[in-house]
Structure formats: structure tokens, C-alpha cells
């Protein structure tokens, strides 16, 4: 459950650049950092996902206007995420995804069904990875 900065994003502070949010199976297990390529098969993804500076939590937060909506394009149980700009994919955070409080990034439900609706509510990255 610790976050995976790829190195471009580590070296350039880009935080704000991210855009887009995959989320993988992952089979055989996540890929060791965030600059490796991808494992498994991609679940879902979340288009124009904009996050922004809130000082108060020392965190890059989700805009509270609204949820981020996708749809499930394959079945499969949701492992990991990646985070990424498409502009420059190689500034992205890579993470866990699971039910309970060890997942970098909670959901309701792992388990995608192709065509299922998806929404993310919150999303946060706390200052450490800035």
C-alpha cells in the first residue's frame, strides 16, 4: 500500500498534470514501479480526472464537482492503479486498489463486470508525493 511516483513525475513535481486513472487486474501482480509497463488487463478508465492543491490537507484532492464516471470495458477483479498525464505518460503514481483501508485507492466493489458503471466519489494524494 505505498505509492509508486515514476520518476519523471518525481524529478518535475508535475503533480497537477495527471489526467488520466487506469485500473488494472493485474494477475500476476503489479508491476515493481510506476515506469514499468503495465500487467494484467485494463478494467477501466477514467478520462479527464482533475485533482488540485487543497492546503488545509497538505493533499492533492478530487474537485467536488461531481464523480469521475467510466464504464467497465473487461471483466476481471481490480488490482492496481496508474495514474498518468496523457500528455506526458511518463509522469505517473501508481498504486493499490482494494475494499478496505489497505488500498491506496477504496471501492465499493473489486470485482468489474464489462459494461458495469463506475464512479469514483474521493480521490486524494497526501503531500509526501508532491
Not at 505509492?3 to 519523471?8: E, G, R
Not at 492546503?55 to 476481471?76: M, R, T
Not at 498518468?84 to 493499490?96: D, N
Request: with cysteine.
Amino acid at each position: 500500500m505505498t505509492l509508486k511516483v515514476s520518476k519523471a513525475l518525481a524529478d518535475n513535481r508535475l503533480i497537477g498534470a495527471l489526467d488520466t486513472l487506469r485500473v488494472y487486474s493485474g494477475e500476476h501482480g503489479e508491476p515493481m514501479t510506476a515506469d514499468d509497463p503495465a500487467t494484467g488487463r485494463l478494467l477501466v478508465e477514467f478520462l479527464e480526472c482533475r485533482i488540485e492543491w487543497n492546503p488545509f490537507g497538505s493533499s492533492f484532492e478530487k474537485s467536488s464537482n461531481g464523480p469521475w464516471q467510466s464504464v467497465a470495458i473487461d471483466n476481471g477483479r481490480a488490482r492496481y492503479f496508474r495514474f498518468f498525464s496523457t500528455a506526458k505518460p511518463e509522469l505517473s503514481i501508481q498504486g493499490t486498489v482494494d475494499m478496505g483501508a489497505r488500498g491506496d485507492l477504496i471501492v465499493t466493489n473489486t470485482a468489474l463486470i464489462t459494461g458495469m458503471p463506475q464512479f469514483i466519489d474521493l480521490f486524494f494524494i497526501k503531500e509526501a508525493v508532491k
